[in-house]
């Protein structure tokens, strides 16, 4: 049933889109306190570190912003790219370039197929990407054996991850290139368009008659393929596939993704800022050794950013009963 | 102008779609399907385990399968009122983490001195609840979707867990605590007695209590819950205090068995007890289900498992079964309600 | 004698809309007081001002001699006030009793716990009120509609053990799905309930208005225009004053009427079905030709209408597009197929309210605009601001969000969103000018015209008879999903409003 009115709603359609400057003027002070602590911090080794640690959290959250901006979710990419690093290195060391693709294409319709279901299905993404959560950790714990597999040396499918390029860490420059794509489609290709009009008014545009299953369908692909060239990064930085290489990366992708002023209630927000949130996350967790804060609260303050970042972008307005 | 219809923030009038009633009913009509469903999926499951292994359908084997299912089941009854609303609750594992943490520090152990006996139990429970108030009132008051604010807080609790934890694991001394776990009532571990009571008094909150009631009617229509005048967000916050609770018992049922405060010892148990609510027929946009519906979906999970085992399949294969059995079992109960112009998020 | 409730200068505005403006009326104690009038004439409204759903803008409610202010239904039950919902209130899920005591205090739920054999005893007490047989621990989800509406009824009922003083029940089109049996219960119960209680009552069928009224007010744009006593008057005064006489010739445009191609056909119904909905519509519509469809409230109008775009399955019938049979599975084939669909609901459906306005203008056409796969910006360009100008958007660029501008422009966007979709044959309109003030109305007439000119094929739904009549070229009458009148010719042998009534209703 709709809802009905309720006067308190008035108020509640203020919003403030972070997007703009704010995001970014948080970066600068970010790395202005850790520099104040750290002056090496802005040295050409460290800002290396900062761009391996931030690869592959970049690109897991290029490939979730479409979803976010759609006003989905996707909780499987960390436990699909743990799944991907598995069945690379064993790809990679039989076949190359070719285990390689082979293991992107997989990942790819893998997103797809989750879309689809989440679409066609009309089940909250959510709950979908839960199920796949627990598939994709179920058959890399099989596939692995619960064990880390090492990369056989020399694997120059992976190993150019490592290389830099005009001083970059490769691994970097290839997320940088991806978010460019993306951030191209997402400008370019009708399916730009629909996103934000889907995320922002889904009934407006069925009615006006967008694709809707189309438009899913790819958003979750993009997802799919980032989780595997994010196991690619981490494969490439490791040397080795394990079931559990990136669980931890769940949560600072989606609050990169946030932090950067994307909405998580849809349509509001860009790839570009992604690049602004991604890289406040890398600082916020080198800083924090940096200025001595014990890694361990790592996780405490990710959980507080993404709540305080989501109170301060979701549009309420549009969430008339919020769940 | 009808009830239905919506004014928008800025005051303009947007009347409601007019769904016919005939639809529209089908569509609240629960179907038995979906009510038998679990039952159905339990009679199959444990008829094709029994003809596939011998020791299946023997004594020894259910009461593993009774304490398999205790701590999930308490996570399901709590996740249970939060879902009936409407909301979800992803911060257990959290939960569970910082409880088991805490509470091995001030029961008898082996790196300090405290020794607080039943004041460290209702420490853990309260733990529990306190988790769940914050998340209950950061929905709520911040009015945020409780997805966000309960994988922060999941989070959150992970980390507190890992910042309390001391340089080594506290093993639990106290021997009345242990006993939990290692004593047996009914040839079963006691904390089996401890679920099945959870659930009673679930099962007994949600058909006889305002709480209970008012819970399925949030979950069945919050506005017009609102306009009749009930304080919907005390309720949906009283039902984030009970998820809460319920998780730092289940923390603390979890460090009876471990016999060491761990942090991770919630770890993989948020993904079965969602999964067992949703299989058991209680619906994710609430106001239909209950407590011995979850109690079905952790006894079908529990049977898969165990039978899954008996069989020679790994515990790795029947995570990935259990992932693809959730979406499978979504998709089905909410074949019908398909339609044309549903956002569905 | 004092009245019960005086209303004063009760005012509610939605956005540029005055819904209600400064209406004052009286109602006396122990009376029934009818009020009629259009779709969109703030009987609604003002029902739900009343019943505490929505709050005036300006103006005062005084009760039994002392102001009063009506913050939520909940309160307007603690101060004797109680509405029957048209589109229903109560919860779904939860059972026939606890409906009828919800948010009340009551023996049967003291303490927070639920004594159930007691609650049913209470309810079943309630219910018997209506003499109905409703089991009290039945689910409301499983009753059937008119089941509901005597559970919605008894709720109301439940007040009269709760307030000491005179009750105010307002009852809100409580009889359009209700059999004969069941209205002559309905009515006994509001005869016997008039001993203490004031009665308001909207209707649509003046027979019942003026069977049950003791005196009856008329509305029209927001105003109360008339009070009659129900004894001293008839249907057709009442009709008269409800559609006013007050139409001008040239406001429809009549001279931007141009003659239609009547050898084709452009949309084609036949025997169309949608469960629940409608059943067995046929009717056609010639390219250029306006065809407006006539009905109230469950005529099922609307409902055809999300049918010929794609929006609403339907269950039997044929839909031809120039001849050709079609079905549509979404929106999206309508789009693809050329119907373009102006929902009622513009900010719900008809907009993106937070992009822009060209974004907005192209959406429907997008895969229209590409060049290689990829958006060509200069051609979207182009064809937003050649729409811009045509329709006279008053906006200071395309690039603003649609939601800045005011709700005439805002229509002439969505408008214009189904005008530049280059192989629109069929435009469905489903109340264009709803909430829109009378200079946009005019606008909005007058962008419809020209799109007919061009030889597409219109069909209009509209709130007033009056808009129906002035724009169509034929019309269409539904009654309880329906067709119960046709005329074909509609400038050159016109109906009388009266005539489009009584088969309406």
């Known amino acids: 049933m709709s809802p009905v009115n309720i006067s308190r709603r008035k108020g509640a359609s203020q919003r403030l889109d972070i997007g703009g400057y704010l995001p970014a003027v948080l970066l600068v002070v970010l790395v202005g306190l850790v520099v104040a602590r750290d002056p090496a911090f802005l040295g050409v080794a460290s800002l290396r570190s900062v761009a391996v640690q931030a690869a592959p959290i970049l690109l897991l959250a290029v490939g979730l912003t479409p979803v976010i901006l759609l006003g989905g979710i996707d909780l499987s990419v960390a436990a699909l790219t743990s799944l991907c690093s598995v069945l690379l290195v064993s790809w990679a060391n039989q076949a190359g370039i070719t285990g390689v693709a082979g293991v992107v294409a997989l990942a790819t319709a893998a997103g797809a197929v989750v879309g689809v279901v989440h679409s066609v299905a009309q089940v909250p993404s959510f709950i979908v990407t839960l199920g796949a959560l627990g598939l994709y950790s179920g058959l890399s714990l099989e596939a692995s054996d619960a064990t880390n597999t090492p990369l056989a040396e020399g694997s120059p499918a992976i190993s150019w991850v490592n290389d830099y390029f005009a001083g970059i860490p490769a691994g970097f420059v290839f997320g940088l290139i991806v978010l460019a794509i993306v951030g191209l489609m997402v400008r370019f290709l009708p399916w730009g368009r629909y996103l934000y009009a889907m995320g922002s008014a889904e009934p407006a545009a069925l009615m006006s008659g967008v694709p809707k299953i189309r438009v899913r369908a790819a958003a979750f692909a993009l997802t799919g393929m980032t989780s595997a060239m994010a196991a690619i990064v981490l494969v490439g930085r490791t040397s080795f596939g394990s079931p559990t290489l990136a669980s931890g990366l769940l949560l600072p992708a989606i609050a990169a993704v946030v932090v950067g002023g994307t909405a998580i209630s849809g349509g509001v927000g860009g790839v570009g800022r992604t690049l602004v949130g991604v890289l406040t996350v890398t600082v916020v967790q080198i800083g924090m050794v940096v200025i001595g804060i014990d890694p361990v609260l790592q996780n405490v303050i990710f959980g507080a950013v993404i709540i305080v970042a989501v109170a301060l972008t979701i549009d309420r307005a549009k969430l008339s009963v919020i769940k | 102008m009808t009830l239905n219809d919506t004014i928008t923030p800025d005051g303009e009038h947007v009347p409601a779609v007019r769904v016919p009633h005939a639809r529209r009913m089908s569509r609240l009509l629960p179907g038995r399907i979906d009510q038998l469903a679990p039952v159905i999926m339990l009679v199959v499951l444990t008829a094709a385990f029994s003809m596939l292994n011998d020791q299946f359908m023997t004594a020894d084997n259910w009461r593993t399968i009774a304490n398999q299912a205790a701590i999930p089941m308490v996570l399901a009854v709590g996740l249970t009122f939060v879902i009936l609303t409407g909301s979800i609750d992803l911060s257990a594992e959290g939960v569970m983490a910082s409880t088991s943490i805490c509470v091995s520090l001030m029961l008898a152990n082996s790196l300090n001195s405290n020794d607080l006996g039943l004041v460290a139990v209702a420490g853990g429970i309260a733990i529990g609840a306190v988790f769940g108030l914050v998340n209950g009132l950061l929905y709520t008051r911040l009015r945020l979707p409780s997805l966000i604010v309960t994988l922060g807080t999941w989070f959150i609790g992970l980390g507190i867990a890992s910042y309390v934890f001391p340089d080594q694991q506290p093993v639990v001394r106290d021997r009345s605590f242990r006993s939990w776990a290692l004593g047996e009532w009914f040839g079963v571990s006691r904390l089996v007695t401890i679920a099945v009571l959870v659930v009673v008094a679930g099962a007994v909150l949600l058909r006889y209590t305002r709480i209970g009631r008012h819970v399925y009617g949030i979950g069945g229509a919050e506005d017009l819950m609102r306009l009749a005048g009930i304080r919907v967000d005390t309720y949906k916050t009283l039902a984030f205090v009970i998820a809460g609770a319920l998780a730092g018992l289940a923390g603390l049922m979890a460090t009876a068995q471990l016999g060491v405060g761990n942090a991770n010892a919630g770890a993989d148990r948020l993904f079965p007890a969602l999964s067992a609510v949703v299989l058991g027929g209680t619906h994710l946009a609430g106001g239909r289900g209950g407590v011995l519906q979850s109690v079905l979906g952790v006894l079908v999970l529990v049977v898969l498992g165990n039978g899954m085992i008996l069989s020679g399949v790994g515990p790795y294969v029947q995570q990935a079964v259990v992932g693809a059995v959730i979406i499978v079992a979504v998709v089905a109960t909410g074949w019908g309600a398909r339609d044309r112009l549903r956002v569905v998020k | ?505």
């Not at chain 3, 009549?254 to 191609?261: E, H, S």
Request: net charge neutral; charged share 25%.
């Open chain 3, 1 to 505: 004698m004092s009245p019960l409730l005086s209303i004063e200068g009760l005012t509610k505005r939605y956005g540029r809309t005055v819904a209600l403006d400064e209406v004052d009326l009286e109602i006396r104690p122990n009376e029934v007081v009818g009020l009629i009038g259009q779709n969109g004439a703030g009987k609604s409204t003002l029902l739900k001002l009343l019943a505490g759903v929505q709050q005036p803008d300006s103006g005062r409610l005084v009760m039994r001699g002392s102001p009063i202010k009506v913050r939520n239904p909940a309160h307007a039950a603690e101060q004797g006030i109680g509405m029957v919902f048209q589109e229903q209130s109560l919860v779904p899920n939860l059972t026939v009793a606890e409906n009828i005591f919800l948010g009340r205090p009551n023996p049967g739920t003291a303490g927070g716990v639920y004594k159930w054999r007691r609650l049913n005893a209470l309810a079943r007490e309630q219910l018997e009120k209506t003499g109905s047989e409703i089991s009290p621990s039945a689910l409301v989800q499983r009753l059937s509609f008119a089941d509901r509406q005597m559970v919605e009824l008894t709720k109301v009922l439940a007040l009269e053990e709760r307030t000491d003083g005179d009750l105010l029940i307002l009852f809100d089109e409580p009889t359009s799905v209700l059999s004969a049996a069941e209205i002559e219960t309905l009515f006994a119960q509001i005869r016997r309930l008039k001993r203490r209680a004031s009665i308001v009552f909207v209707s649509h069928r003046m027979d019942e208005v003026l069977a049950i009224s003791d005196r009856i007010y008329v509305m029209r744009d927001g105003r109360r225009v008339a009070e009659r006593d129900a004894a001293a008057c008839d249907e057709n005064e009442l009709y008269s004053l409800m559609v006013g006489e007050n139409r001008a010739e040239d406001y429809f445009l009549d001279a931007d009427r141009k003659p239609y191609d009547r050898s084709a056909t452009a949309l084609e119904v036949e025997g169309l079905t949608a469960e629940g909905s409608f059943s067995d519509v046929t009717f056609s519509v010639c390219p250029g030709q306006i065809v407006g469809v006539a009905g109230v409230i469950g005529s099922g109008r609307e409902a055809l209408c999300r049918a010929l775009f794609g929006a609403l399955p339907t269950a039997a019938g044929r839909v031809r597009l120039r001849g050709e049979e079609v079905t549509m599975a979404s929106p999206r084939d309508g789009v693809r197929l050329g119907v373009g669909y102006l929902p009622a609901e513009r900010k719900h459906e008809g907009m993106v309210a937070e992009r822009s306005i060209s974004e907005n203008l192209v959406l429907a056409s997008t895969p229209a605009l590409t060049r290689a796969g990829l958006l060509s910006w200069a051609r979207e360009s182009d064809l937003v601001e050649g729409w811009i100008e045509r329709l006279g958007v008053k906006a200071p660029s395309a690039r603003v969000k649609i939601s800045q501008l005011s709700g005439g422009n805002q229509q002439k966007v969505v408008l214009a969103k189904w005008l530049a979709l280059p192989h629109l044959r069929v435009l469905v309109l489903d109340h264009p000018t709803r909430g829109l003030d009378l200079k946009a109305k005019t606008d909005v007439y007058k962008h419809v015209r020209a799109a007919a000119a061009r030889g597409v094929a219109i069909v209009l739904l509209s709130d007033t008879l009056e808009e129906l009549l002035g724009l169509s070229d034929e019309i269409v009458v539904m009654r309880d999903g329906r067709v119960t009148g046709h005329f074909p010719d509609v400038p050159d042998t016109p109906p009388s409003s009266e005539e489009l009534v009584k088969l309406m209703v």
